[in-house]
């Protein structure tokens, strides 16, 4: 069983920077897209990143791009989120998720597996 465990988030001012990690175990998550996605209360989880395990091929919301970097380090299984340049709308629970059949997609049903979440708060 795939599990995703996220960590990492916090309170830091606008402007400011956090790392998001995803410690990954179990299947064969090396050759999964993993997908980093986020949520406020009140409106649907959406997709801010994602990024092809096998070749570290990268896809970004349009409202990251030059902010975010989604990376990878192999030898702790584990999938960043650089946020850089950080806003107050950028305020959400971040989630994790792993796509395990390759669907290249931007949709919550797109992926199967997820994490349990990690709270960033970005003050102005």
């Known amino acids: 069983q795939v599990q995703l465990v996220e960590s990492g988030g916090g309170l830091v001012q606008a402007g400011g920077s956090l790392r998001l990690s995803c410690v990954v175990s179990g299947g064969t998550f090396s050759t999964y897209i993993m997908g980093w996605f986020r949520q406020v209360p009140g409106k649907e989880r959406e997709f801010v990143a994602r990024m092809n395990w096998r070749d570290s091929r990268t896809y970004y919301a349009d409202f990251v791009k030059g902010r975010f970097t989604i990376s990878r380090d192999n030898a702790k299984n584990t999938v960043y989120l650089q946020m850089n340049s950080l806003k107050p709308e950028d305020t959400a629970v971040y989630y994790c998720?792993?796509?395990?059949?390759?669907?290249?997609?931007?949709?919550?049903?797109?992926?199967?597996?997820w994490g349990q979440g990690t709270q960033v708060t970005v003050s102005s």
């Open positions: 998720a792993a796509d395990r059949l390759l669907r290249f997609g931007v949709r919550v049903n797109d992926y199967d597996y």
